[in-house]
Every structure is written in structure tokens, then in C-alpha cells.
């Protein structure tokens, strides 16, 4: 029993060791302490900074931060986790403790094994599966660009597909623990995108499931396979309550709604619910781009590529002497080598050639519902994917699909097939390899027609290859920057854009040669199953192995290993102190800065509290100011003033950073002699260009009373603690004051000696006060109704989740000892 027990367990463990080694080989500077330089990821550390300075200082993190747009909600930043007695500690022993991105690799593989299993395959088809989940190019593309809670969403996608299954088999107990994990630690990755074309897929594998149970009269298990899985997403989702209560509560505030600023006499504007269609079909996929999931430089690789140095655009370049030899690093970077449909990429989208062509295989072999629901959502997913290119439908499921609207960069719902495309090909190949092993037929119809597809679609992309033009909508840009930016000849110029079209078209062609021998090996090796040259072992190693060296090889080129730095270089090159930073540093009094190198960029947040900064989910207050009184992005001096901006960033004629002190900026707040009450949004928007704020308040609640004029009367900012501030006030009159923090009406309450009172939406997105005659001290308080609900429901959730996991393992342990089979 004991040997039983072994071989049963030995493959899973070395295919799980197998995982891990090939993370760690992929991401070996990783093990060196190197670490990558990725954008949104120092977008993060630059906003996060100031949140984990304070949690050193008070032993928790705020729930306001200072560091950017005047100050946003900080729980959308960084956030306590839920403590130890919750479903989410599992999250970090999945990962093994492996250094990023490694961690990222061997999570996206452990939960595509785990669905292997799930599905009866092999150790070895699991292990291929799971390769070709984690080493598609995208996975490096977005772990390149730090899109880390985007991946990290992506590794408990199959583990949610897996409770599906369960279910569906009528495994009910482990349908659910497994169901709670998945949706909890899905959620609690906070990608909402992610999650969002999760739930697309989850229902349309119930959907496929339901109608077939219909039809077979199984009603009972439709209800009780129904009611699991609801009651597990909604144990799973209250796990997460807390982030889930902030996100949403904070997300009617965010700029997914946009100012309409109407004509100049509207006394009102109406704010566009969601983004606008042609933000959120911006990046769309082109049709025949689609053939990148088969050939990875189908239409070039990225938007800004580094040549080699033996390339022909460098070696022309320096034959006809139009650069120095020092020139030759700036000479090889950013050219376009993407000439697709999208504005722009870091990557290609590749899926792997022998995964594409087992996916075929899968076509042809597997039948029933299973097939149905994966062709139903990879073809769902391919028709939100190509956006702009299917107009009629899309917007179709632009104005009516459910929450759709509110995400950007459609071409992330890619990440469906990327799961669903090497599953489907390991369950057809596992059917196919059993079929055959019984069967003496000397002619397979499921390979012969994959391979026959195969075949055509490569000679489809030959013909391509041949009357492709290689122009990409940025050319002509491009030569004008050539002949300005190097001084070069015109026609030199146009010699040089003549060769990157080849260098495109070479590009092409090499990867399409790649591909073409990837399939025909494919092809083979299962020919030779066939004919009983190969024994099914060895079929299954040799897939997987050239599976895995296709799959890295490509990865690599998004993520090669000459990106990480050390940690000393790391923290040089990205948040090392400059002089501009040195010298505002000096003012230890309270005030903003604002960067005109780089207005969106979070690097002055980690030393500064940023007027600006870096955000996909900034307050739409802050948004529409930024588009509104930014024109060329640079702020008014007006608008500054009121900011408290009392220093600028600015770049010298060398491009180094320098501080320009500012000595007109209004302060923290201040009285004002007069209020200016306009009609609605749109109108104390422009009365922002013309209203002296010094003097004048902007107020759209014409319920607000005229200030009577004091000479004497002062108020003074005592204190910011970040959840709250005090405020020194003294009058012989009513007054008004103006404070320069960002209007956010939901949390924020302010109060005079323990009685609150109402806080006015001022100059389109500070706070205003209506102040009696006194002496005495105004306090504001920062009290999310959203964050405290959160909290509790998610504590007494995890207290069920963890319950039913240790409950439901313990119910399995027992029917074991006892010799039954565990409930179903």
C-alpha cells in the first residue's frame, strides 16, 4: 500500500519540482537579488511610499494619503490584509516564497497542474498545460509593463475553472473548498478586469453545462450544482469585502466618468457614465493579427525594439557614417517594429506553435460540452478582443453587457484563450493518445484533420508573408524624426525606414520558418505514436520539451535577463534623491509640488505630496481638472496657487531636474471675502480662468451665504495626520474657508466641538466651510463608511471560509478512516 501510495504522489511531486526549477531558471537573476525595473510597479512604490513611512511611524496604514492629486482614498494604494485567519495566507505558501517574478511563473503553472488533475491528465500532459499557460508571451509582457496584480489574478483563473468541474462531476464538497479558495484569493488579487472575464467564463461553462443537464432531465444536480456555486462566489467574494465595499464605493468617484463641458452658457453638465467607446476600443486586435497566437512576430514585436548590433539598419548606419560610434546605443533603441493595428505594444500575444496545433488536435477529438463551452469563450473572447474591427457588435456589448463599459485595453480578455487553448489541447491529446493506444487503425481523422488545418493555415501566412507591405501608420513620422532628431539626409532617411520595413518582413519570416518546423515535429511525433514507432511516453516528454524550449525562447525576448538590475543600480536609476528633490526637501513646511517633466509620473509621491501623479483610478474631480486647466500639461498659475503648489519641477537645458520656488501659492486654506456661485460643474470649471481665488470662492450650492468681510479673522492648518487634520479658526463674523484638499464626500466629515457640519464642494474640487463667529478649532475626520461595513463583513466571512475548508478536510480524513467515499 505504501509503494501504491508513492507512485501515485512521486510524479506530482517531481512535476511540481519541475515547475519551480523552470521558474527559477527563467527568472535566475531573481535568485541573485536583482530586480526588474518595471513602470506601473514604480508608479506604485512612488504612491505607496508615503502610506508604508507612516505604518513605521503609527504601526497601521492610513486610510487618506498626501502624496498625489491632493490626496486620494489610501486603501487604493496599500491596505492591511486580512490577518492570518483567512483564506489569503495561502496565497504567499502557493508561490513557495520564490522571488519575483519567479513566484509569478511557477503560480500561473501550479494552477494550471492542479486543473490538469482535476481533469484525470497525465503528470507530463499537466506539466505541458501548465508551460504553455505560464510561458505565453503575454505573461512577460505584463510582467514587464508590472502589471503584477493583473498576472497574479491569472494564476487562480484554473483554479475557478477546477471548482467548476468538481461540481460538475457532482463532487460537491470539494467543488466548494476548492470554489471558496478560488474566488477568494481570485478577488483578493484586486484585478477587477481579470476577475471580470473570469466570471464571463465561469457563465459560459455553466450555461453549456446547464442546457445539457436540461436536456438529459438532471435537474436536481442543476439545482444543487447551482446553488454550490453561488453560495461559494458569494463566501469567496465576502472574503474580500473590505476591498470590494472601498473599490466600489470609491470607483463612483473615479474618472470613469468624465466632465461634458457643453457649450460656454450651460448652467449644467452631465457626466458620461463608463469610458467613452473609443477609449475602450483604443487597443483593439486586428483580425489577422489573431495569427500571432501561431507565429510570434506575425506583425512585428514591439513599439519601441532594440536592433542588434549586426542589424542592417546599423550596419547601414555605419557605413555611411550617420552616426559616431557613441551614438550607436541611442541609434539601436526604440524603433517601431510593431507595424500591427493596436497604437502601440510592448509584446506579441504567442501561445506556442505545438500548443496551437495540440489545440487543433483537441478540436477534431474531444466531443461534448467541454468543447462547446472552450470554443464558445475563446470565440467571445476573440470577438470583445478585435473591438473596433467587429463596430456593430462590439458596441452592442459596449452599451448593454454589464459593466463592460468600465475597462480599458479590451485585448486583456486574450488571457481566456491563452487558458483555454493548451487545455483543450492536453484533453484532446490525452483522448487521442488512449484512443490510439486500443485502436489498430493505420489512420487517425482527428490528426489528419489537424493536421490538414495546420497545414493550410501556415500556407494562408506564407501568402501573407509574401504580399505584406510592412507599413506601419507611424512611418512617416518617423522618417521626419529621422531627418530632424540624427540631422540625417532625407533620402538616407528614407534608405533607413526602406530597411526597417525588411527588418519587419525578416522578422516575419524567421518566426514563420520557426513555427512551420514546430508543427511539422508535432505533426510527426504523433504520426510515429500512430504507426507505433514512439511509445506514448516518449511522445508526451518529447511534446513537452519542445513545447517548453518554444515557449521560453520567446518569452525571453520580453523579458530577457539583461532588465534586472542590482539593487543599488535599481533604486539609482529610479528614485535616487536630485537636486530638485534636495532642495524642496529644505522647506519642512506644508505644501505641493508639481512636475512639469512629468506630471504623471509617481516619482515625485515618494518624496513629496504630489499636486499630480500616476493613477488608473484617479478622481474624476482631479481628471477633469487635469484635462480642463492643463493645456500643453502645464497647470495654470491660478489653479497651481490654490493647490498650494509652491514648487515646480522643471528640466534645465541639460535635462536635469531643478526646484522653481513658487511664492503665490495660497497655502493650506483660507478666508475669502465673497462667494461665486455658479450654475453646475461646467460652469465653476471656466469660472476657474477668471475669478480671483484669493479672494472668491467658487460655490455651485446656491444655498452657501455671502462671508462678511474681517479683517482680523484667520484660520490656520494645526495638524495633518493624514486621517485627519485640525484647524485653528477665530472670527468676529461669519466667514468661509477654503482648504486646499480635494473634495471627497464620501468618508470625509468635519466638525466644531464635536458637532459636524456640512463640507461644500469648492472651486470645482476643493472643500469649503461655512464658519460662525468664534474661537475655536475645526477638526476633519476621514471615516468611510465603505472601509469599517467592509471590514467586519470580510472577518466573519473568512471565519466561514476557513470553517468550511478545515471542516470539509476534516469530513475527508474521516470518511477515509472509516472507508467511505468521501461526500459527493
Known amino acids: 500500500m505504501r509503494n501504491t501510495f508513492l507512485q501515485r504522489v512521486l510524479p506530482h511531486v517531481a512535476a511540481v519540482l519541475f515547475l519551480a526549477l523552470l521558474a527559477m531558471f527563467f527568472c535566475q537573476p531573481a535568485l541573485q537579488g536583482k ?81 490538469a488533475i482535476v481533469y484525470g491528465l497525465r503528470p507530463v500532459t499537466g506539466v505541458l498545460g501548465a508551460t504553455g499557460y505560464a510561458y505565453a508571451s503575454y505573461t512577460a509582457v505584463i510582467i514587464f509593463a508590472g502589471h503584477d496584480t493583473k498576472v497574479l489574478a491569472m494564476g487562480y483563473l484554473p483554479v475557478l475553472l477546477a471548482a467548476l468541474v468538481l461540481v460538475g462531476r457532482r463532487q460537491y464538497l470539494w467543488g466548494a473548498m476548492v470554489g471558496v479558495l478560488a474566488c477568494g484569493l481570485l478577488i483578493s488579487m484586486n484585478h477587477i478586469q481579470v476577475t471580470y472575464y473570469g466570471v464571463l467564463m465561469a457563465g459560459t461553462w455553466w450555461l453549456v453545462y446547464a442546457i445539457t443537464w436540461i436536456r438529459a432531465g438532471r435537474w436536481k444536480h442543476l439545482f444543487i450544482s447551482t446553488a454550490i456555486l453561488g453560495g461559494t462566489f458569494v463566501v469567496g467574494a465576502a472574503t474580500n469585502a473590505l476591498q470590494l465595499f472601498t473599490t466600489w464605493d470609491y470607483s463612483r468617484s473615479t474618472r470613469k466618468g468624465v466632465l461634458q463641458m457643453g457649450n460656454a452658457t450651460a448652467k449644467e453638465t452631465k457626466r458620461s457614465e463608463g469610458l467613452d467607446p473609443e477609449k475602450t476600443f483604443y487597443w483593439s486586435y486586428g483580425f489577422l493579427e489573431t495569427y500571432t497566437f501561431l507565429v510570434p512576430d506575425f506583425y512585428g514585436r514591439t513599439s519601441s525594439g532594440t536592433l542588434e548590433r549586426d542589424a542592417p539598419i546599423v550596419k547601414f548606419a555605419l557605413k555611411h557614417r550617420l552616426a559616431k560610434e557613441s551614438e550607436i546605443p541611442a541609434l539601436q533603441a526604440d524603433w517601431p517594429l510593431y507595424w ?62 454589464p459593466g463592460y463599459n468600465k475597462f480599458r485595453a479590451i485585448t486583456m480578455v486574450l488571457i481566456l484563450p491563452q487558458l483555454l487553448i493548451p487545455l483543450l489541447g492536453c484533453i484532446g491529446l490525452e483522448q487521442w493518445l488512449q484512443q490510439e493506444a486500443g485502436s489498430g487503425r493505420k489512420r487517425s481523422p482527428a490528426l489528419t484533420g489537424a493536421s490538414l488545418v495546420s497545414v493550410l493555415l501556415l500556407a494562408v501566412a506564407c501568402y501573407l508573408y509574401a504580399i505584406f507591405t510592412y507599413n506601419a501608420p ?64 516518449w511522445v508526451l516528454v518529447l511534446l513537452t520539451a519542445v513545447s517548453v524550449a518554444d515557449l521560453v525562447g520567446v518569452a525571453v525576448r520580453a523579458l530577457p535577463w539583461r532588465l534586472y538590475l542590482d539593487p543599488k543600480t535599481y533604486a539609482e536609476n529610479n528614485f535616487a534623491l536630485t537636486a530638485a528633490d534636495r532642495e524642496i526637501k529644505k522647506d519642512t513646511g506644508s505644501y505641493r509640488v508639481y512636475s512639469r517633466v512629468s506630471w504623471y509620473d509617481s516619482r515625485v509621491s515618494y518624496y513629496h505630496h504630489n499636486a499630480a501623479g500616476y493613477s488608473p483610478a484617479r478622481l474624476s474631480l482631479m481628471e477633469d481638472l487635469l484635462q480642463y486647466q492643463q493645456p500643453n500639461y502645464r497647470m495654470d498659475s491660478a489653479v497651481m496657487d490654490m493647490l498650494n503648489v509652491r514648487y515646480l519641477v522643471v528640466a534645465d537645458s541639460n535635462g536635469a531636474q531643478q526646484a ?40 455651485e450650492d446656491p444655498a452657501v451665504l455671502q462671508p462678511r468681510f474681517d479683517s482680523n479673522a484667520s484660520i490656520k492648518l494645526l495638524r495633518n495626520d493624514n486621517d485627519s487634520l485640525l484647524y485653528a479658526f477665530s472670527a468676529d463674523s461669519p466667514q468661509f474657508a477654503v482648504c486646499s484638499e480635494i473634495f471627497y464626500d464620501k468618508g470625509w ?71 467511505k467515499t468521501p461526500l459527493r
Open 35 to 115: 530586480l526588474l525595473t518595471q513602470t506601473d510597479n514604480l508608479h506604485w512604490k512612488g504612491m505607496a511610499q508615503s502610506s508604508f513611512e507612516y505604518r513605521e511611524l503609527h504601526g497601521n496604514f492610513p486610510l487618506w494619503t498626501n502624496s498625489q492629486f491632493c490626496g486620494m482614498p489610501a486603501f487604493q494604494v496599500a491596505m492591511e490584509g486580512a490577518g492570518w485567519l483567512s483564506v489569503h495566507p495561502l496565497h504567499e505558501i502557493l508561490m513557495l516564497g520564490l522571488p519575483k517574478p519567479a513566484n509569478f511563473f511557477f503560480l500561473l503553472s501550479i494552477g494550471f497542474y492542479f486543473l
Open 340 to 401: 500591427g493595428k493596436q497604437p502601440g505594444t510592448q509584446g506579441t500575444v504567442y501561445f506556442g506553435a505545438i500548443c496551437c496545433f495540440l489545440f487543433l488536435l483537441g478540436l477534431f477529438q474531444v466531443r461534448g460540452p467541454d468543447r462547446t463551452w472552450i470554443l464558445l469563450t475563446i470565440f467571445l473572447s476573440l470577438v470583445l478582443a478585435w473591438g473596433s474591427h467587429l463596430p456593430g457588435i462590439n458596441y452592442f456589448i459596449f452599451d448593454h453587457l
Open 474 to 537: 507611424g512611418d512617416p513620422e518617423l522618417l521626419t524624426g529621422l531627418t530632424a532628431g540624427f540631422t540625417f539626409d532625407p533620402v538616407l532617411s528614407r534608405e533607413l525606414v526602406e530597411l526597417l520595413r525588411q527588418q519587419r518582413q525578416s522578422m516575419l519570416g524567421a518566426d514563420l520558418v520557426r513555427s512551420g518546423l514546430l508543427v511539422l515535429f508535432a505533426m510527426t511525433v504523433c504520426w510515429a505514436y500512430q504507426r507505433r514507432a514512439l511509445r506514448l511516453n
Open 660 to 699: 522653481e520656488h513658487r511664492n503665490t501659492a495660497l497655502g493650506d486654506c483660507w478666508l475669502v471675502r465673497g462667494i461665486y456661485h455658479a450654475g453646475g460643474p461646467a460652469a465653476a470649471m471656466r469660472a476657474l480662468n477668471d475669478v480671483v481665488l484669493k479672494d472668491s470662492a467658487i460655490v
Open 749 to 819: 466629515h468635519a466638525y466644531i466641538d464635536n458637532r459636524e457640519i456640512p463640507v461644500f464642494k469648492t472651486n470645482y474640487l476643493l472643500r469649503g466651510l461655512e464658519l460662525p463667529s468664534g474661537r475655536y478649532t475645526i477638526r476633519f475626520l476621514f471615516h468611510p463608511a465603505s472601509f469599517y461595513a467592509g471590514r467586519t463583513v470580510e472577518r466573519i466571512a473568512n471565519l466561514v471560509a476557513v470553517a468550511l475548508l478545515l471542516g470539509g478536510l476534516g469530513y475527508v480524513l474521516w470518511q477515509g478512516r472509516m472507508g
